[in-house]
């Protein structure tokens, strides 16, 4: 008789066929949403490699797909803590505290001695993609670092830079900073590892000490030697500091067990449980139940509790492509250009954004002559090159004026030399003003950003800005697509195809991803997904991150903008959820949605032009030639105040740079300093005479714009003076 262990989790499905005592078939692979599906195949290949046999086999399941999986095939499903629990116990008798690090959960387990048996205590984190493999996976895919690179790259000897192991959102907004601050790759990747370990240790352990021996299994500990290297760090350094006892004459870092089995465990847990289990328990009925699922069953659940796709007809979608079909033509990448240099000065416009960094270039009278966009590097420097080397191929090398604008406009002002360092809303208002001069509520949805903000007679009167969520943002809806082996331009495609789509809970990005994992846990598909992403993502831009409860009160013409935009998916969802908020409503696409904030840059600077003098562009040759050193450590850490801001000194080679010879980190002449990773002003100075001229603008800014809030509270509770009887 055979006893197979299948684990069926978010992300993978694992399986193990035992005879005898010994595994005679084992696999694993990604299942990309379609668990049953991958199930199915599972069971036949093993019925066809492993000789396994209906009626007399016996099959048990475990993971977060095993409850209406089992059923289906005569298993068994055990909960996957006890799986595990029962082969560590088999297989390492003196193991005292597990990590088990899955694609979208965590869980530790402490064992303790009872007398002749072992205790065990169990923590769990399954509602939050913090410290999680897709949570390093998803960073990864954004820094454009391979799976296989991933796997070797190191933390020993690596600088560390603050990353939130709190929440998984929260680190992705880290890492994103971190990157457009010139951080390394390696060192931000080094710094993930590092909040993975800080988040099992600091937070599942809840106060207990993991005590040798310890096991690390699941993907992660497994695939990724700089995750095993951290483990290694913080549990000797932890065990040094709590006095724990260790065996006489092991290395500690032996005490740090990755077997080669890691991903397995669960389902050899399982096989481990069913050797106790009466005959006739578990036995296999064979596949045709789970085939009838697959085929006939999971579409009349979805059926049941489904709504209708994005398209609701032919004609519906006729009209909405006659509608904003045009909004995929204007990309205005290549238009214009030409390999000979232009005569026209032209005005350039750089918008360094959350995953792209984009520049276009306008001529005098405002006419948008060329489009380039670089996806981003990891380092905001080498965005800037590849930019105005699209730039300067194109023949745009004669320039009037230089603006910038995102989250890289302030460290690169004066490395490229732009005139004009453009805020954001100001930016992208501008931008959607210039072409629909009318409008009364812009939407701009970013990477990881939302902005809106409404408009009372062409100026901007009340704006909202999301930037701490990946509720309804652009990154989001990427990582799914990611996810599930889709092209990004492919997107839209996809998600017309699909017919019914469930129902997704607004809110927070994290929820929303666990509801993901449930709604295709019932069968639901990648494209039934993605389609209730993009239907779900206007109600997480107007009602979640923009907290606009009355649309209507808001305006009545809507301009749509941000590269998020470029998906049609995208477009209709928004377009049917304004107009039913706002029957008599206008919704407008921005001709050039993803290069607004770009073309809202090079109009400031077509302002500034006005005012006359030339322009602080360094030329091409100067930012192609730019050669830098990237900085962190305890020497660049902010002492202004407690909050001890890890800053980031980038040392860019600039001709007449004065240098800082005087600073902890010396800078010779002929090199200038960029200080980045400052949460205020005073963050920027590294010297007392530097800080009394902060400190004296700051000053100035109280005189001249005093908090009024302050000045009445102060005068509302001033204690009267006793007065003279």
């Known amino acids: 008789m ?137 960073t990864a895919r954004k820094l454009q670092v391979p799976s296989e690179k991933l796997a070797a790259m190191p933390f020993e000897g690596m600088s560390l830079h603050k990353v939130s192991s709190k929440c998984g959102i929260f680190a992705e907004t880290d890492a994103n900073t971190l990157v457009k601050t010139g951080v390394p790759v390696e060192e931000i990747i080094a710094s993930l590892f590092e909040a993975v370990v800080y988040q099992n240790l600091a937070t599942l352990t809840k106060g207990n000490t993991p005590a040798p021996e310890v096991l690390l299994l699941g993907g992660p500990n497994l695939f990724f030697t700089g995750l095993q290297e951290a483990w290694r760090h913080h549990l000797t350094k932890l065990w040094s500091q709590r006095k724990v006892a260790l065996p006489e004459g092991r290395d500690p870092t032996s005490l740090i067990i990755v077997p080669k089995e890691a991903l397995y465990y669960a389902c050899l847990g399982c096989v481990e449980i069913g050797m106790d289990e009466a005959p006739t328990v578990a036995v296999y009925q064979g596949r045709e139940k789970l085939h009838w699922w697959i085929e006939t069953g999971q579409h009349e659940e979805k059926a049941k509790s489904g709504a209708r796709g994005l398209i609701a007809s032919i ?132 990477g990881t950003d939302v902005k809106i903000m409404i408009l009372r007679q062409g100026t901007v009167a009340d704006f909202r800005l999301n930037s701490q969520c990946s509720s309804g943002n652009g990154a989001f809806l990427q990582g799914v697509a990611e996810r599930y082996n889709v092209p990004l331009e492919s997107y839209a495609e996809r998600a017309f195809q699909a017919k019914s789509m469930p129902s997704l809970a607004m809110g927070c990005g994290v929820f929303l991803q666990s509801d993901i994992v449930n709604q295709q846990r019932k069968g639901w598909s990648a494209e039934e997904i993605m389609a209730a992403l993009a239907a779900v993502l206007p109600v997480n831009v107007w009602i979640y991150a ?113 240098g800082r ?34 400190k004296g603008k700051l000053e100035e800014v109280k005189r001249d714009y005093p908090n009024v809030a302050e000045m009445v509270r102060k005068d509302a509770f001033r204690r009267p003076s006793a007065v003279a009887s």
């Not at 204007?330 to 792209?356: H, K, N, W, Y």
Request: aromatic share 8%.
């Open 546 to 658: 923009g907290q606009l409860q009355n649309l209507r009160a808001a305006g009545r013409k809507f301009v749509l903008q941000g590269g998020t935009h470029r998906n049609m998916a995208v477009v209709k969802a928004q377009v049917d959820f304004i107009r039913s908020k706002v029957p008599d409503g206008e919704v407008v696409v921005h001709p050039y949605s993803g290069e607004a904030g770009a073309i809202g840059a090079a109009l400031c600077a077509a302002d500034w032009r006005k005012r006359g003098g030339p322009s602080r562009f360094r030329g091409f040759d100067t930012i192609a030639a730019l050669t830098y050193t990237s900085t962190t450590s305890a020497e660049t850490v902010c002492k202004w105040c407690p909050i001890n801001c890890t800053r980031t000194f980038i040392d860019v080679q600039l001709p007449g740079a004065k």
């Open 661 to 694: 010879p005087w600073s902890k980190v010396p800078v010779a002449e002929g090199w200038e300093r960029v200080i980045s990773g400052n949460s205020c002003p005073k963050g920027l100075v590294e010297d007392v005479n530097e800080m009394r001229v902060v």
């Open 2 to 138: 055979k006893l197979v262990g299948l684990d069926v989790g978010s992300t993978t499905v694992k399986a193990a066929v035992v005879e005898d005592g010994r595994v005679t078939w084992q696999d694993y692979q990604r299942h990309n949403t379609r668990q049953a599906e991958k199930v199915h195949e599972f069971l036949g290949r093993m019925e066809a490699e492993a000789e396994l046999v209906a009626g007399r086999d016996r099959v048990f399941f475990t993971g977060s797909g095993a409850g209406f999986i089992a059923p289906l095939v005569g298993g068994k499903m055990i909960q996957e803590v006890v799986a595990v629990a029962a082969f560590v116990e088999k297989e390492h008798p003196d193991v005292r505290f597990v990590s088990e690090i899955g694609g979208e959960d965590m869980k530790t387990i402490f064992f303790t001695a009872a007398g002749d048996a072992k205790s065990k205590q169990v923590y769990m984190q399954s509602a939050c993609s913090g410290g999680t493999g897709t949570f390093i996976e998803k």
């Open 315 to 446: 004609d519906d979608f006729s009209n909405f492509i006659d509608a904003y079909g045009s909004a995929l033509g204007g990309r205005a990448g290549g238009a214009g250009a030409c390999s000979e240099p232009q005569r026209e000065a032209v005005l350039i416009g750089c918008d360094f954004g959350s995953t792209t960094a984009k520049a276009v270039a306008l001529s005098a009278e405002r006419e948008l002559l060329f489009s380039c966009y670089a996806l981003s590097k990891g380092n905001p420097i080498e965005d800037a090159q590849s930019l105005f080397s699209q730039l300067r191929e194109a023949g745009f090398d004669n320039v009037s004026g230089l603006a910038l604008t995102g989250y890289g406009k302030d460290l690169l002002r004066d490395v490229v030399g732009a005139d004009v360092a453009v805020v954001e809303t100001v930016a992208h208002a501008t931008a959607a003003l210039h072409y629909v001069p009318d409008a009364d509520v812009i939407c701009d949805v970013g």
